[in-house]
C-alpha cells in the first residue's frame, strides 16, 4: 500500500508550507522516520521524517514550491506497489494554480496571456537580470519574437512613460515566507483593529537596585529589564482581562492562560516566542525561559508551541537606544507593550528635581475591545510594579 | 592564460609582397640554412618542386641529399620521417594531397603522436609534415578533402592552418622549429595568393589567433582559406551596415580559446567557417568553446559552416555547392544578425 506524503501542517493557522528541500531523491529507498524533507512555514524550517518505508515515488513538488497543507506531494511506495492510476491522484485544493498573466497593452503573441517560457536571448536575460528589468513586459525582435540584447538595453533606454524614471532597481530580493507573512499580518492589524496608544514613563530605579543586588549575590541569572517588564505586564494582566482577549465573531474571548510573546529581532525578519503561562513564572524562571527562546529563534530552532498561543507582545527595543515608539498590535491579541531603553534623565522628585533612570512605554490596544481609561489603570499598574520594590 | 606574442600581425606599410608558395619556400629555405638536421622528403619534391611549384629551387641549394625524392609511399616516407626525427633530425615530410594523410595514419596517430608521451619524455618527434586541404580545383573527391580535423582530433599533434603568405612563412618556421610532431596544412587554391612579407626574420607562435579584421556586430571565426573567404564576406556586410570581426585562429591544436571567446563576448553573436566537412568537424568544437563560455553573451545561437556531408564531386558546378563561399557566409550572418 502506497503511503501519501503531505504537506504538514506545523502551525494552527498554517495554510501553505514551502519545500524547502527533499533529502531522498525520487526512486531512493527510504525508511520511517528517515529525514525526507525540510519544510519552511512563516515561522520556522522543519525537518519531516518519513511516514513509512519504501520507494519515493510521484514527487510533484520541487524545493522553493509553496503548496496548501494537506495537498499530496509524493508517495512512499511498499515493495510490490506500483503507481496508482492518475485518476486516484488526490485533487490538488482550489486556488493554488497561478493566474495566467496578460501582457501589457495586449501586445506580444496575441493570446494575451504568457503559456510558457519567455523567449529571450542568453545575452538579453543576463542583462536583464544585471538592470533589474522584467523581461515578460518586454516585446521581442528577435526569431519568433525572442527578446534580444538590444531589446533589452532599449527598453532600459527609453522609460515606459513620458514622466521621470523611476528609480533604478540595484537588486530584487524575494520575500521570504517570513517577511510575507509579517506584512500580511501587520498590514491585517492596522486595517482592522482601530488602534490607541498610551505612552508614561517608569522610574526604573527599584529595578536597576535589584539587578545590581542579584549580580552582588552572583545569581545564576540575573533578568534583563525586559523581563521584569515582561514579568509586570504578566502580573498586571490578571487584573484586566480585557486586554488579555481576542475578539472573535462569538465576540470578546477573554482568555485564562496569560502568555507573553516577546519580539527577537532576525536577520531576516522578527519572531515571537511566547512564555506560557507568564504570570506563574518567578522572575528568575521567566529570565531563563526567555534566553532559552531567544536562543533558540536565533537559531532558528522553534517549534510551533514555541511561537504559538500568545495573548499579549512585549516589543522593545530599548537595546538600540530608542527611547520611544509606537508598535503594531500582533493580531488576534488585544494589545501589545512597545518599551525604550532607560535613560538617566532630569526629573521633578519629591519636590526638587533629580537625575533618574527612566523608561518610556507605550501600550497599543485594540478600541474595538478596550478603552483609554481600562489601558490606563493597566498601564499604571505595570509601573507600579516596576518602581514598586516588590520583585519575585 | 597564455602570454601574448606582441609582434603578429603585418606590418603595416611592407614593400615586398610574394606569393603564399613563396613564403612557404623561403620559410624551408631560411630553416635548412640555420639548421643542417632540416631536410625535405616527398614524392616530386626535387626536381620537380611540387606538382604545385612550391619548393623549386631548393633541391638546386641543398642537394639531393637534404631534398630527397621518394618512392611512392606515403606511410614509409612519414614513418622514415618519424624515426629520422627520434634520431635527432629535424624532417619536413611532404604528403602532396591532404588525402594522403590517411595512408600515414599509424606512423602519425600511434607512432609520432605517442612517442615523447611513452618513452617518459626521452624521445621526441620534431617533424613536420606538409601537406594540403581544399576544394574547388577540381580534383575530384580522393584530392580535395580537409582532414585536418582529424588531426586536430589527436592529442600530441600540432596542426598549423595558415590563411595568409605572412602567416604561412611565420608559422612553418615555428613548426620546423617545434620539438613536437606538427601537421602543417596549405590549401593548394592560395599557393598564388600574394601578400605582404618582409624581408627580415621573424616567426608567429602556435597557439594565438589573429583578428584579421576588427568589428562589432558578429564574430566569424575561420581557418585556412576560410579567413580569406570570411574577409571577402565581411566587405559585402559592411555593405550592409554588418560590422564583421573576422578571427583566424591560425592553429586549431594548440587553440587560442580566449580570443575567440572575447571576441564573442564583444559582439554577441558568432559564427565559424571552416573547409573540412562540417559533421563532428572543427566547426564543432570551436562553436563549442564559445558556446561554453561566451552564452550569457550571445545574441543568438553559435552558426557553423563547412563542407557538406558529401564526397567532393568532380563536376565543377556541383563541386562549389559542397563548400563555404563569401555568398552563404554572408547569408548565414545576416541570419544571425536578423536582418532575413
Known amino acids: 500500500m502506497a503511503t501519501e506524503v503531505i504537506m504538514p501542517a506545523l502551525g494552527i493557522a498554517q495554510e501553505k508550507g514551502t519545500l524547502v528541500n527533499w533529502f531522498k531523491a525520487e526512486g531512493q529507498p527510504i525508511k520511517k522516520g528517515e529525514p525526507l524533507m525540510e519544510v519552511e512555514t512563516d515561522k520556522a524550517t522543519v525537518e519531516i521524517e518519513a511516514p513509512a518505508s519504501g520507494i519515493l515515488a510521484s514527487v510533484s513538488a520541487n524545493p522553493g514550491d509553496e503548496v496548501p497543507v494537506g495537498q499530496r506531494i509524493a508517495l512512499i511506495l511498499a515493495p510490490g506497489d506500483s503507481l496508482p492510476a492518475e485518476s486516484e491522484t488526490a485533487p490538488a485544493r482550489p486556488g493554488v494554480h497561478p493566474l495566467p498573466r496578460p501582457l501589457p497593452g495586449g501586445e506580444g503573441r496575441g493570446e494575451g496571456v504568457v503559456t510558457g517560457k519567455i523567449l529571450a536571448s542568453p545575452k538579453a536575460r543576463r542583462i536583464a537580470r544585471e538592470k533589474g528589468i522584467d523581461l515578460a513586459l518586454l516585446k521581442g525582435s528577435g526569431p519568433e519574437g525572442s527578446i534580444l540584447a538590444e531589446d533589452v538595453l532599449r527598453a532600459e533606454a527609453t522609460p515606459t512613460t513620458t514622466e521621470t524614471p523611476p528609480p533604478k532597481v540595484k537588486e530584487i530580493v524575494s520575500l521570504s515566507a ?25 522610574d526604573m530605579t527599584e529595578v536597576n537596585r535589584k539587578r545590581t543586588q542579584w549580580k552582588a549575590e552572583g545569581a545564576d541569572i540575573v533578568p534583563s529589564i525586559n523581563d521584569f517588564v515582561v514579568w509586570a505586564c504578566a502580573q498586571g494582566l490578571r487584573d484586566f482581562p480585557a486586554l488579555n482577549s481576542t475578539l472573535t465573531e462569538r465576540g470578546v474571548e477573554l482568555l485564562s492562560d496569560i502568555n507573553i510573546g516577546v519580539a527577537v529581532a532576525l536577520e531576516e525578519g522578527l519572531i515571537v516566542p511566547v512564555l506560557r503561562n507568564t504570570d ?18 536565533q537559531r532558528k530552532k522553534l517549534i510551533p508551541l514555541d511561537y504559538e498561543g500568545g495573548t499579549f507582545t512585549v516589543s522593545n527595543l530599548g537595546m538600540f537606544g530608542v527611547d520611544h515608539f509606537i508598535a503594531i498590535i500582533n493580531p488576534p491579541q488585544c494589545a501589545i507593550l512597545a518599551v525604550g531603553q532607560v535613560a538617566r534623565q532630569v526629573v521633578a522628585f519629591g519636590e526638587g528635581i533629580a537625575v533618574r533612570p527612566m523608561m518610556t512605554m507605550t501600550l497599543s490596544a485594540d478600541h474595538r475591545i478596550a478603552d483609554g481609561a481600562i489601558a490606563a489603570r493597566f498601564l499604571r499598574e505595570v509601573k507600579r510594579l516596576l518602581e514598586g520594590p516588590e520583585f519575585k | 592564460m597564455k602570454a601574448r606574442a606582441k609582434q603578429d600581425a603585418a606590418p603595416v606599410a611592407l614593400s615586398r609582397e610574394i606569393t603564399f608558395a613563396q613564403a612557404i619556400n623561403e620559410a624551408l629555405a631560411e630553416e635548412m640554412r640555420r639548421d643542417p638536421r632540416v631536410f625535405v622528403i616527398g614524392e616530386d619534391v626535387g626536381e620537380a618542386g611540387t606538382p604545385f611549384k612550391v619548393l623549386s629551387g631548393l633541391i638546386q641549394e641543398f642537394g639531393p641529399e637534404r631534398v630527397i625524392d621518394s618512392p611512392i609511399s606515403e606511410a614509409g616516407i612519414t614513418g622514415l620521417g618519424v624515426g629520422a626525427a627520434m634520431t635527432g633530425m629535424r624532417p619536413v615530410v611532404d604528403i602532396m594531397f591532404g588525402d594522403f594523410l590517411t595512408l600515414t595514419m599509424d606512423q602519425v596517430v600511434n607512432q609520432a603522436a605517442k612517442i615523447h608521451y611513452m618513452s617518459g619524455g626521452k624521445l621526441k618527434v620534431p617533424m613536420v609534415v606538409r601537406t594540403t586541404l581544399g576544394a574547388t580545383r577540381r580534383s575530384a573527391a580522393q584530392h580535395s578533402q580537409s582532414l585536418h580535423a582529424l588531426f586536430s582530433h589527436v592529442p600530441g599533434l600540432k596542426v598549423a592552418l595558415p590563411s595568409t603568405p605572412y602567416d604561412a612563412k611565420g608559422l612553418l618556421k615555428t613548426a620546423v ?153 554572408v547569408e548565414a550572418a545576416k541570419t544571425l544578425c536578423g536582418r532575413i
Do not use: C, W
Request: proline share 7%; glycine share 4%.
Open chain 1, 280 to 297: 506563574r513564572l518567578s522572575l528568575t524562571e521567566l529570565a531563563s525561559q526567555s534566553r532559552a527562546l531567544a536562543e533558540r529563534a
Open chain 2, 177 to 329: 622549429r617545434d620539438d613536437n610532431p606538427v601537421i602543417f596544412f596549405e590549401d593548394k587554391m592560395m599557393y598564388q595568393l600574394k601578400g605582404p612579407v618582409p624581408e627580415e626574420e621573424y616567426t608567429i607562435p602556435f597557439g594565438v589567433a589573429d583578428i584579421k579584421r576588427p568589428g562589432t556586430d558578429i564574430t566569424i571565426v575561420a581557418t585556412s582559406s576560410m579567413v580569406q573567404v570570411a574577409l571577402a564576406a565581411a566587405e559585402k556586410l559592411a555593405g550592409e551596415r554588418i560590422s564583421a570581426e573576422i578571427i583566424d585562429v591560425r592553429t586549431t591544436a594548440p587553440l587560442d580559446k580566449e580570443t575567440l571567446i572575447e571576441s564573442a563576448k564583444k559582439t554577441g553573436r558568432a559564427m565559424v567557417v571552416d573547409e573540412g566537412y562540417e559533421r563532428y568537424g572543427v566547426t564543432a568544437e570551436i562553436a563549442s568553446v564559445i558556446a561554453d563560455s561566451a552564452f550569457y553573451y550571445l545574441d543568438a545561437p553559435v552558426k557553423r559552416i563547412g563542407a557538406m556531408h558529401v564526397p567532393v564531386p568532380f563536376s565543377p558546378a556541383l563541386e562549389d555547392l559542397t563548400v563555404p563561399t563569401p555568398e552563404t557566409v
Open chain 1, 178 to 202: 517570513m517577511r510575507r507573512i509579517i506584512g500580511e499580518r501587520m498590514a491585517q492589524s492596522k486595517q482592522t483593529a482601530p488602534h490607541f496608544y498610551l505612552s508614561v514613563d517608569v
